[in-house]
């Protein structure tokens, strides 16, 4: 089963969990604020999508953080930040059997289609 991870107050979030019902694909949701993010879960993360792709640079939460937080992205305190911030973190976050796909643009629908429900 699919797992997203997002903010339940985030409209992609939101967004994304009415297209998978709508598309009858099951997932289980994940609060990243409510439910905490384990240092594993991130690294994880980190190790398939990279520093790059996970943090949303364009979200009010990082154009808050010092030049001394931003920083941490880069000099290997990227865990620690995104588990103090998780709004930092892009979202959502859906992870498959074997993938972690980042936001809920054309191309994660078109894999997520590959879930469908069997009815």
């Known amino acids: ?8 107050n985030c409209d992609t979030c ?4 009415k297209w998978m019902e709508n598309e009858k694909i099951e ?3 994940h609060d990243v604020r409510k439910d905490k993010l384990s240092s594993d879960t991130i690294i994880n993360w980190i190790e398939n999508v990279g520093t790059e792709q996970l943090p ?4 009010t939460t990082w154009r808050n953080l010092s030049e ?4 941490l992205l880069v000099s290997g ?10 709004a930092l973190i892009k979202r959502p976050v859906f992870v498959l059997e074997n993938d ?3 936001g809920f643009k054309e191309d994660t629908q078109n894999i997520l ?7």
């Open 14 to 17: 939101r967004k994304a969990m």
């Open 100 to 102: 972690i796909l980042v």
């Open 68 to 71: 001394n937080e931003k920083d």
């Open 27 to 29: 997932y289980l949701f």
């Open 1 to 8: 089963m699919i797992k997203i991870y997002g903010l339940k």
């Open 77 to 86: 305190g990227e865990v620690d930040l995104l588990i103090k911030y998780p």
């Open 113 to 119: 289609k590959n879930f469908r429900t069997a009815v």
């Open 56 to 59: 949303n640079r364009r979200s």
